[in-house]
């Protein structure tokens, strides 16, 4: 089988060190009093066990009406704040350098709480990466092929680990079996945060 790193899917372990993760939490928390962590629902109608909120122009949702991008927060109703500034610098030395992103998902797993397998398509062009940094308690992980016939491979997010998705692995499958609680003491109340970048809409 292949290695996953010549799939796309490009690890690079403990980007952020310890200051730079209570720096980047900081932040995340601040603009998270401003648009709370809601339960989003599937529509199926099913409630997720991952939170969800989201910062920049776009954000991720679902509910009743689907899986799309939306200006506002679907419970306060407000536009959703910035994307805290090292994440876009982030964005432009990993991801692109010229094009920046304007969606920034914000998940919350506390206790007991993963995703499913799934592909990532709502946004506009896949041409555009993908990047994730994983602050808290670590996950497990999984990532597999564009088919539900390839098979897949176990990895550990770590706190401070930041991944960037781009080629073939943008359209792979993945999920979160589950989180491993304890494993960290950075966020207030256990748990992990994972912040994911993406070009969501068409350039203009
Ligand atoms: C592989 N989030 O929000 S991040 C998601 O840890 C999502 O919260 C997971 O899957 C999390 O959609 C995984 C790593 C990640 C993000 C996007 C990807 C892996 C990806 C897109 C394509 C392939
Ligand atoms: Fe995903």
Redesign the pocket.
Known sequence: MEPVSQIGFRLAPAALDAAAQEALLAQVLEKVAAAPFYRPVTPGGKPMSVEMTNFGPLGWVTDAGGYRYQPTHPVTGAAWPDIPEVLLRLWAELADPEIPPDACLVNLYRDGAK?GL???RDEADFSFP?LSVSLGDTALFRIGGTSRRDPTTSVRLASGDVCLLAGPARLAR??IDRIIAGSSRLIPGGGRINL?LRRAGPVA
């Open positions: 995703m799934h592909q990532d993908v993945h999920g994911t």
